[in-house]
């Protein structure tokens, strides 16, 4: 009786194995078929309506969009797994309510971060490719979802920031920026010599393509300690101030070679007092 009751049906076992396990299969076929179908199609209809959007916000929302889809599946997958091994999807989605209502005030950081990443995205304040200040960190904007933005700072390191810790957003990628360049020259040098090789210098660049609005020489801005400050202002394609800054730097220490102008440089004085 003992050994009767401890008996085991392996056909059986084997038969259910075998149907679950066809099931199982053809299902994670399906999906393996779907996801890159799904994710097509987002790309494709994302392309249709480049003449509405701009290429950033495209990227942003492809982004987006790929991930939620990505999440869908996930669902779509584990009910129907429970399905095919016929266990029932309700009683576990109210155990699941009582779990989450255990659990609510933990998740509050979530929703949070939902609904913080939801108005960044309705109010277009970052673009994928966008330069921002955000939550302590500069970088390029990699990525916007619902929970996390994703900010590559320019030493290469890639920052997940929580939605919930952005408070403000400084975007550098709208509009014009500024490229500003002082240079310091001798006490004993001419100003006005200086003044004008650096507008000379002004002029050469005033033909480079990233300018959109000089540079123009702004005079003397600042009597420093060893050299008077001269300043050059002048506005560039986004992003490119800082190439244009340092191409600038570099014509100017060969302009004022050529014209003996000397760039300051800290000095030590030795006195020595005899006895």
Same mark, same amino acid.
Request: aromatic letters at 8%; one cysteine or more; charged letters at 20%.
């Given at each position: ?8 049906? /392996? ?18 076929? +399906? ?13 494709? +209809? ?43 999807? #309700? ?37 994928? #490719?966008?330069?921002?200040?955000? +939550?302590?960190?500069? #970088? ?81 801005? +600042? ?18 101030? /800082? ?33």
């Amino acid at each position: 009786m003992f050994e009767e009751g401890l008996k085991i049906d /392996w056909g059986y076992i084997l038969d259910g194995l075998i149907r679950y396990g066809i099931q199982i299969a053809i299902l994670i076929i +399906a999906l393996l078929i779907i996801a890159p179908i799904g994710k097509k199609l987002i790309k494709t +209809a994302l392309k249709k309506s480049r003449t509405k959007q701009s290429e950033a916000r495209i990227q942003t929302l492809e982004k987006l969009l790929l991930n939620v889809f990505s999440y869908v599946l996930i669902f779509i997958f584990i009910v129907m797994f429970f399905g095919i091994i016929k266990q029932p999807i #309700g009683p576990l989605l109210a155990g699941a309510g009582v779990i989450g209502l255990a659990v609510a005030f933990g998740a509050q950081g979530l929703v949070s971060d939902i609904v913080t990443g939801f108005f960044i995205l309705l109010e277009k304040q970052v673009d994928v #490719g966008d330069y921002v200040t955000a +939550a302590g960190y500069d #970088g390029i904007v990699e990525e916007v979802g619902l929970r996390t933005t994703q900010i590559r700072g320019f030493d290469g390191t890639l920052h997940f920031v929580p939605n919930r810790e952005i408070a403000g957003v400084s975007n550098h990628s709208r509009g014009n920026m500024r490229a500003l360049v002082d240079i310091g020259i001798s006490y004993d040098d001419n100003i006005d010599e200086a003044l004008t090789v650096l507008q000379s210098i002004c002029e050469e660049f005033a033909q480079d393509s990233r300018f959109v609005d000089g540079p123009n020489v702004l005079g003397v801005q +600042a009597f420093g300690s060893s050299e008077v400050v001269l300043r050059i202002l002048g506005k560039t394609v986004n992003m490119e101030q /800082w190439g244009a800054e340092r191409d600038i730097r570099k014509r100017i220490k060969e302009a004022f070679d050529q014209n003996n102008i000397e760039i300051p440089f800290p000095h030590q004085v030795n006195i020595q007092k005899n006895n």
